[in-house]
C-alpha cells in the first residue's frame, strides 16, 4: 500500500475553480481520481499514467485536468467551471497498489 494525502478540497460558487492535490509517501504509478456522493457508488473521473497519457470521465473532459509532478510524488486535479454536480468527495487512487486517500470534499454552490 501507498499511503495518499489528498488536499485543495472546500466550497466554490458555481462556475468556479478548485484544484486537488494528492501527494504520495513514494514513488506513485498511474495515478487516478474518483469522486463519490451519498448513496452512490464511487465514480471514475480521470487518470494519468507514468508518461502522462491522460483519459477523463466524458462529463468532466474540457474542465478538467489531471497533471502529475513526478519529482515530488504528486498528482493534481485542476477543476474548472464547476457545477453543483461535481460536489462529492473526491478520492485519488494508485493504480498498481490500489491504494486510496482518505478523501477530500468538494462542495459547488448554485
Known amino acids: 500500500q501507498v499511503q495518499l494525502v489528498e488536499s485543495g478540497g472546500g466550497w466554490v460558487p458555481g462556475g468556479g475553480s478548485l484544484t486537488l492535490s494528492c501527494a504520495g509517501q513514494?514513488?506513485?504509478?498511474?495515478m487516478a481520481w474518483y469522486r463519490q456522493v451519498p448513496g452512490k457508488q464511487r465514480e471514475f473521473v480521470a487518470l494519468?499514467?507514468?508518461?502522462?497519457?491522460?483519459k477523463y470521465q466524458g462529463s468532466v473532459r474540457g474542465r478538467f485536468t489531471i497533471a502529475r509532478n513526478e519529482a515530488n510524488n504528486i498528482v493534481y486535479l485542476q477543476m474548472n467551471d464547476l457545477q453543483p454536480e461535481d460536489t462529492a468527495v473526491y478520492y485519488c487512487?494508485?493504480?498498481?497498489?490500489?491504494?486510496w486517500g482518505q478523501g477530500t470534499q468538494v462542495t459547488v454552490g448554485t
Open positions: 487512487n494508485e493504480t498498481r497498489t490500489n491504494s
Open positions: 513514494e514513488s506513485i504509478g498511474a
Open positions: 494519468i499514467s507514468r508518461d502522462g497519457n491522460t
